[in-house]
T-cell receptor
């Protein structure tokens, strides 16, 4: 297994544009998480999926943010009308979520720069 | 409330032991984790411990948990220059879906 992958690794966009990121979790993992990380901080939880169901959303996830996991495999995170404050590293993680195995494995992240 | 705190920096000499400390506030935390992050990379899971344990050892890594004081530590034996990175402490409750991270401890290893 190749681990969690994310695409793109870097994205530069102008304020007001929409962006979409993709995450492919470890294949047998049924839980998928999105986090945001800004410089000098730890990851902040954004949202979580159990299979295709989005079960929890942080108050950090404004109306401009939407996440999907349509078939319970890969996930997308879309940010509409980007703002400079959206500039951050967006991390995806997955976990098995059963048999007591809740530890999360992270992808390399997508670094977003909004100019 | 939910909060995980770590000291920001630690500097050690190559070959010495490093001890990184963490405190958390949620007494219902069930799982506690240590992650390593190198520049420009995602987080690498180093080790984790369940709250019903007080110690876990994995090669050069030793995790100690004091549940009464809500204190977690990571000891790295024989620290190498390749251990230079940011180390994150994290906790989650039963079910493990929402994980709260500290701000990270930056470890500098001097040759």
């Amino acid at each position: 297994d190749t681990g969690v992958s994310q695409d793109p690794r870097h994205k530069i966009t102008k304020r007001g544009q929409n962006v979409t990121f993709r995450c492919d979790p470890i294949s047998e993992h049924n839980r998928l998480y999105w986090y945001r990380q800004t410089l000098g901080q730890g990851p902040e939880f954004l949202t979580y999926f159990q299979n295709e169901a989005q079960l929890e959303k942080s108050r950090l996830l404004s109306d401009r943010f939407s996440a999907e996991r349509p078939k319970g495999s890969f996930s997308t995170l879309e940010i509409q009308r980007t703002e400079q404050g959206d500039s951050a590293m967006y991390l995806c993680a997955s976990s098995l979520g059963s048999q007591g195995r809740y530890e999360q494995y992270f992808g390399p992240g997508t670094r977003l720069t909004v100019t | 409330g939910e909060d995980v705190e770590q000291s920001l920096f630690l500097s050690v000499r190559e070959g010495d032991s490093s001890v990184i400390n963490c405190t958390y506030t949620d007494s219902s935390s069930t799982y506690l984790y240590w992650y390593k992050q190198e520049p420009g990379a995602g987080l690498q899971l180093l080790t984790y411990i369940f709250s019903n344990m007080d110690m876990k050892q994995d090669q050069r890594l030793t995790v100690l948990l004091n549940k009464k004081d809500k204190h977690l530590s990571l000891r790295i034996a024989d620290t190498q220059t390749g251990d230079s990175a940011i180390y994150f402490c994290a906790e989650s409750r039963n079910g493990g879906f929402k994980t709260i991270f500290g701000a990270g401890t930056r470890l500098f290893v001097k040759a």
